[in-house]
């Protein structure tokens, strides 16, 4: 046996070693999903408007603050 055929012989080992390290290991989930044409649709119709029930709640006190402060104004440059 030549030293270059047990260089080559050990090389093998350690790569079918390090390859079964590697045996349960999967790639990372792909981030993009497949949706029809249709739910997409429903998707970009969606977008234009406010769902979120705290956002509507936090709005829905702007409005009534807003609506209190108007009380007290008092336009003195209106003829």
Same mark, same amino acid.
């Given at each position: 046996m030549k030293i270059n055929d047990i260089d080559e012989e050990i090389n093998m080992e350690s790569t079918h070693e390090n390859d079964k *390290?590697?045996?349960n290991e999967t790639s990372a989930p792909s981030p993009m999903v497949q949706i029809s044409?249709?739910?997409? !649709?429903?998707?970009?119709?969606?977008?234009?408007?406010? *769902? !979120?029930?705290d956002l509507i709640a936090c709005i829905d006190k702007i409005e009534e603050l807003v609506r209190a402060i108007r009380k007290h104004i008092v336009r003195s440059d209106i003829e």
């Open positions: *390290t590697f045996e044409l249709k739910e997409y !649709d429903k998707l970009k119709e969606k977008q234009h408007f406010i *769902t !979120d029930k």
